[in-house]
């Protein structure tokens, strides 16, 4: 745990005190007109998939590039001039635009609810292996002088993690009892009925697996993919941008989780750039997305029953 705090408070140290307040500010201002003008839920309302990726790719274009212009304008450090880095600033937001419209529908069934549980089994994983794909093509291209994207468990100190995990638990447990929570939590019910047959305990199971693999997808794209792919000319400063960015992938969310999701992003972001690897991160961000669901399970079971 020490050494996770000496990376975050020598982070804060280091960097410029200018360019971070500007992120931040930037980033809550895209957050505020975000939630005052509905900005998320009208670009999901159209019906193109031309019209959804480019306004996406224009989103989060901006969350990722104006925080390197700042650093451009604050530090005189010009990574603009790297034609490399260039086009991976506009990769980064094209592929996650891809990531964030793409739906492949199959046909499992004539149940609707049946069909609609399966779907929800296979996309999550069938988006791991093509942004996966995509990132790994990216990694050969321009980034094999390094393991792929944080790929290693390299010293790896695993305790720091387990123990941030332990510090959630009750803080998890306090929040299942409130009802913003209860609404969003287990996600399973999102997608199916109570008394769906897919309410058993390996559909759940099943579903959670699945669930968590986007996490997986999540941190191989920021934390490796955005942050060790720009290491090379943007060392540490690379940090900034993708919390940025990964902040407005949460504008769907309720607002304080859209917060404290570009926090998250730079202290996941500080944990790799020291540690390069993704795995410490993951285990916190996935090991805190179950404890949510199984918290929304056990508050659902004594107040109602599944």
């Given amino acids: 745990m020490k ?91 094209a592929l996650f635009s891809l990531k964030m419209i ?7 069934s004539d149940n609707a609810a049946i069909n609609n549980y399966w779907n929800h089994i296979t996309y999550w994983p069938l988006l791991l292996l093509i942004i996966g794909s995509l990132v790994f093509v990216c990694w050969r291209l321009f980034s094999n002088d390094q393991p792929f994207y944080g790929i290693t468990v390299k010293n790896i100190e695993w305790k720091p993690y387990l123990i941030m995990l332990i510090i959630m638990i009750p803080l998890i447990a ?37 669930y968590g693999s986007d996490f997986v997808t999540i941190e191989l794209f920021f934390r490796g993919f955005l ?36 926090f998250g992003g730079i202290l996941l972001g500080i944990v790799v750039y020291h540690t390069r690897s993704i795995f410490g991160g993951l285990m916190v961000h996935l090991g805190i997305a179950w404890l949510m669901e199984l918290g929304g399970y056990i508050a659902l079971s004594l107040t109602k029953g599944i």
């Avoid at 804060?12 to 998320?40: Q, W």
């Avoid at 306090?174 to 109570?194: C, E, G, N, R, V």
């Fill in 174 to 210: 306090a929040a299942s009892t409130q009802p913003d929570f209860l609404a969003a939590y287990p996600k399973l019910k999102m997608i199916t009925a109570h008394n769906s047959i897919h309410q058993s305990g390996w559909h759940k199971l099943l579903f959670e697996l699945s």
């Fill in 3 to 93: 050494s996770i705090l000496r990376y975050i408070s020598r982070y804060f140290y280091e960097t410029d005190k200018r360019v971070l307040i500007g992120v931040s500010v930037f980033t809550a201002g895209l957050i505020f007109i975000n939630y005052r003008f509905k900005l998320d839920a009208g670009i999901s309302s159209q019906q193109s998939f031309a019209a959804k990726w480019g306004s996406r790719l224009v989103l989060f274009f901006v969350a990722f590039a104006v925080p390197y212009l700042l650093y451009v304008l604050l530090n005189r450090k010009n990574y603009f001039r790297h034609p490399t880095f260039l086009l991976l600033l506009f990769i980064g937001p």
């Fill in 227 to 262: 942050i060790l792919a720009l290491i090379k000319w943007a060392g540490k400063d690379a940090i900034l941008p993708m919390a940025c960015f990964y902040c407005t992938i949460h504008f769907g969310k309720p607002l304080g989780e859209c917060i404290s999701s570009y």
């Fill in 102 to 108: 793409l739906n492949i529908p199959f046909y499992f």
